[in-house]
């Protein structure tokens, strides 16, 4: 379990990525900003707006010339969850990085369990606890996981689930491939980190509409775990033994 000390030296950054969300924004700012009053991180909400066509991006604008807590940066165009993820590991601060979705499905409240477990772990994932999804969703997402699991073997029980912590030193070794966000759990564990999975709230979607269907939840995820299998078989590690730096003017 993490000390007062260990936490008093950490810094979160919550990744937020966000595509055409207008509708939810407002309310995840209020859902978030109870979190923001408990944590006992400084932390620091980072959007990424992927190309997004509503009026996401002016609401984002609006929010963060409110709130120094809140940042943004927003994608030329449209590029997937994965990139959206990795661009706003790229420009984080600090030494933990946090994932959220912005359709307040899951409560950012929630992070508050996942601090206990750090140093300890090198990531905290949640599993969705009594899912309010569609039927087609959970049975699409039941599939998936079942193939993924039988594929690869990671132990992971809910990659999909959008409320994770990570180290920044393993995040930011995570490589940019379609399709990553659903092996952030599995990269960790290739560089020799420890996952650590915990049960979490799910609600209804608030507002607007599911970026996912049928094809994009069954068909896709098995093409990219083929694709994470390649990754893994060629992966490498490596640790430095012992180092000399030279003195410089």
């Known amino acids: 379990m993490s000390s007062p000390d260990y936490l008093a030296r950490q810094q979160l950054t919550v990744l937020v990525p966000v595509y055409n969300e207008e509708e939810s924004l407002g309310q995840f700012v209020i859902e978030m900003n109870k979190f923001l009053a408990e ?12 190309g997004s066509t509503d009026g996401s991006l002016v609401l984002l604008r609006g929010v963060c010339a409110q709130d120094p807590r809140y940042e943004f940066i927003s994608l030329r165009h449209n590029r997937g969850l994965s990139t959206a993820i990795k661009a706003g590991i790229d420009h984080c601060r600090g030494t933990l990085v946090g994932y959220i ?6 409560s950012p409240l ?16 949640g599993i969705r606890a009594q899912r309010q999804d569609t039927l087609v969703k959970k049975l699409s997402s039941k599939v998936a ?3 993924r699991r039988a594929l690869i073997n990671d132990g992971i029980e809910d990659t999909g689930c959008p409320l994770k912590i990570i180290k920044v030193e393993y995040a930011r070794r995570l490589p940019l491939f379609h399709g990553m966000h659903r092996f952030l759990g599995a990269l ?4 020799g980190g420890r996952v650590r999975q915990l049960p979490v709230r799910h609600f209804p979607r608030f507002a607007g509409t ?38 410089h003017a």
């Open 39 to 50: 944590t006992p991180v400084p932390t620091t909400v980072l959007f990424v707006n992927d």
């Open 101 to 106: 979705d912005s359709d307040i499905q899951t």
């Open 110 to 125: 929630d992070f508050l369990q996942f601090f206990p477990f750090f140093p300890e772990f090198d990531m905290v994932n």
């Open 145 to 147: 996981n079942a193939v």
């Open 188 to 191: 960790v564990q290739l560089q």
């Open 210 to 247: 599911a970026k996912y269907n049928l094809w994009n939840r069954a068909w896709k995820p098995l093409v990219d775990t083929f694709g994470f299998r390649w990754i893994r078989s060629r992966w490498k590690n490596y640790e430095i033994g012992e180092q000399h730096a030279g003195t």
